[in-house]
């Protein structure tokens, strides 16, 4: 533990004995329907919290189509799941990636099914030895509901809920608060209303999914930001760079870089709910093993 430790204190330049060590955020990204651009926000996302000078590990959570190596165009000799068989430490399968960020990569081909509680849970366990080195954690998940992505979003912090303006999108998108609010009345949700007309649009499609969320489950949704529909993404998807450093002020850039900005001055969301269990990787990996046993 002690190498992995000094490994990541080198990568990230964060030394422990001269900085007071701050715990890691949670923020699990995640949609009801697929395809709605949940990897490209996580991605550039951090790329933005980083620019803004904080230190951001990805975990690539998508344990069966893992894709954030392609999107950044690094090849990632080790993933979860040579953490996940011993083979490999997380020091060993974190990688240091275009724009500073860090990616714990996902193993793409892994049956979910085959990801069961016990190596979930050796994955889990090997998380805390980041929450001195990171501030920010951002978890990207596959779509829908299923027993992995609902317990790492009911232990973050935070969830960012993505959906477009599509109604089926939309109608999807509530069904996931549901679930999530059902778990956990206190959690934060966030909104990222994606591929927008316009900005008057994303927020009225925002309204309405605040509307439904105070009237059924009286429960408040968080603004993120209203991303424009951008044909620089898919640019930037087949050249395998970053959108924020494929084009740093196309219009999804900027307003990507706009709503970390909005999210940092806003205190994250509602920050400390009282009575809550203080954040970290512990308290994830703590309320994670709770949920699985
Ligand atoms: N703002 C946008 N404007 C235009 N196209 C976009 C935008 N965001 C995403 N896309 C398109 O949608 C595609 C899917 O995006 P992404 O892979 O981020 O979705 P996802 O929600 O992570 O998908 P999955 O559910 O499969 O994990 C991208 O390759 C891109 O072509
Ligand atoms: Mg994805």
Redesign the pocket.
Known sequence: MQDQADGLRRMTGKNSTTKPSRKTKTIV?T?G???????????NFSLALRQMGFQVGILDA?LG?A?LDV?MGVTAPYNITHLISGQKTLKEIILKCPGGVFLIPGGSGIVSALIDERKLRVLLESLPVLDEYFDYLII?????INKQVLSFALAAEEVVV?T?PDPTSLADAFNIIKVIHRGSADLPIGVVV???DSTRHGEEVFSKLHKVSRNFLEKDLYLIGI????????KA??AQVPLLLYEKNAK?SL?IKRAASDYLMQGNLKASIPGKEAGGLKSLLGKMARMLR
């Open positions: 990204v949609s329907k697929g395809g709605v651009g949940k990897s490209n926000f996580s991605l998508d189509l894709n999107l990207d998940t596959g779509a829908g993505v477009t994606n591929q927008a991303i424009p529909f951008d044909t620089t993404v898919s998807v087949r999804s307003a």
